[in-house]
């Protein structure tokens, strides 16, 4: 069933009325015999974007492990014995240097992760350099460092900071299983600040957390329905780390996945999805797959934050197979 905006009377919202995503819509979607699913993925795709055309983010951890939070599924949470370690901050100069280096390869965005439940002003003002450093490059950038206080998204915005990663994870209903230190409302809270300040949202979850498929749906359509949708959405498949509580999940049907790829690129047109963690354990076909269902985006290069990633020299012959373009 369609709904259109009507509340929430901001001046953008009043003059573009515009869908709202039902849960009952998504599942339905998630429902469709898998090939109708992804005509229709690829159908939307097509309308608003080069269907060959991926970009490409390279991460670097800038401030890894002990974080406070108790996140499930994550290795840098100090409540879990894991095997990354605590390091501090990295200086400036070797952050401009990685993020060089990947411009050098080819990735256009470079996305700087710390594990925060969220920056101390001091902390603020170094990754502020960090953020200056790389856009100097010519670099769109991106961070994601937690939740952020008043004022902190508009010193990111003046810095010049094109994106920031936020994720919602999970549905709403299913948060508090995975994580108790913060709340869903935490979240979409931070998201608020980063789009009042005129920065572009980054925000996706992880799948295969234990989630019911109709958690999947609801939190595609939390996304969607934020009062704009996020312009990038990474779709993370769950990288199941020792130590943590999810250590021993089990393996997602490799095809929910793809439903949910492309589930997210129907109700979110414009965006670009992110076939983000757990790409190391995909077969080039399975990737493949994931592009035709709408995503348009990926990771470039060997690690992600404390975790593995394709080569580069995989990738490069994965887009040289399919006939991909890098954006
Ligand atoms: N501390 C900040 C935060 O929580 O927003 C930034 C870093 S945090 C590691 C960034 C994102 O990485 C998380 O929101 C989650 O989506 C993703 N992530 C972390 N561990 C993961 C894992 N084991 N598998 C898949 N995605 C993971
Ligand atoms: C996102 O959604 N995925 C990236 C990025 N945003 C920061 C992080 C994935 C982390 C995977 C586990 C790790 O390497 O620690
Ligand atoms: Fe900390 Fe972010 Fe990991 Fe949660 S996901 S434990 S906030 S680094």
Known sequence: MSA????????????ES??????EEILALYDLPLMDLIWKAQTVHRKHFDANAI???????VKTGGCSEDC??????????????RERLMPVDEVVAAAQAAKAKGASRFCMGAAWRGPKDGDLDHVLEMVRG?????????????MLKDGQASKLKEAGLDYYNHNLDTDKEFYGQVIKSHTHDDRID??????????NVCSGGIIGMGESRKNRAALIVQLANLPKAPESVPINN??????????DNPRLDPFEFVRTIAAARIAMPTSWVRLSAGRQEMSDELQALCFLAGANSMFYGERLLTTGNPDVDRDDQLFARLGLTAV
């Open 238 to 247: 769950l990288v199941p780390i020792p130590g943590t509580p999810m250590a």
């Open 4 to 15: 259109c905006s009507t509340a929430a009377a901001t001046p953008q919202s009043l003059s």
């Open 190 to 199: 931070t998201l608020g600040q980063v789009r009042d300040a005129g920065i």
């Open 55 to 61: 970009q490409r983010s390279t991460l670097l951890s």
């Open 18 to 23: 515009r869908h709202l995503w039902t849960v």
């Open 72 to 85: 499930g599924y994550c290795s840098q949470s100090a409540r879990y014995q894991t095997e990354t370690e």
């Open 134 to 146: 790389v856009k100097a490059l010519g670099m769109q950038t991106c961070v994601t460092l937690g």
